[in-house]
Nanobody
Framework: QVQLVESGGGLVQAGGSLRLSCAAS????????MGWFRQAPGKEREFVSA????????YYADSVKGRFTISRDNAKNTVYLQMNSLKPEDTAVYYC?????????????????WGQGTQVTVSS
């Protein structure tokens, strides 16, 4: 089992940057693919980005491609989401999640473990 704790959220002006972190505890973090999702008020949880267990493959939603970068440090059991050029529409609660499957997946239902989320608010 894996426990996930997100941090790094906050209030930022449009055009600014934030870096989210997700610290994992438990065994075999380096065997899990990791994903970031977000959920805005009144909307469904949506995929943001994912990274393979090795860090060698990443995938992004079109809405964040070129602005967000996902990375991981398996030695620190941590996955990151660097968010640049933030827009008001990026405002949401951001969640990290772990997936035991070998495939890099984008569906929230595919992920096995979730953090509690961290709020990101982008003001215009």
């Amino acid at each position: 089992q894996v426990q996930l704790v997100e941090s790094g959220g906050g209030l930022v002006q449009a055009g600014g940057s934030l870096r989210l972190s997700c610290a994992a505890s438990g065994r075999s973090f380096n065997l899990y693919n990791m994903g970031w999702f977000r959920q805005a008020p009144g909307k469904e949880r949506e995929f943001v980005s994912a990274i393979r267990w090795s860090g060698g493959t990443t995938y992004y939603a079109d809405s964040v491609k070129g602005r967000f970068t996902i990375s991981r440090d398996n030695a620190k059991n941590t996955v990151y989401l660097q968010m640049n050029s933030l827009k008001p529409e990026d405002t949401a609660v951001y969640y990290c999640a772990a997936d035991r499957d070998f495939r890099l997946r984008v569906g929230a239902l595919d992920y096995d473990y979730w953090g509690q989320g961290t709020q990101v608010t982008v003001s215009s």
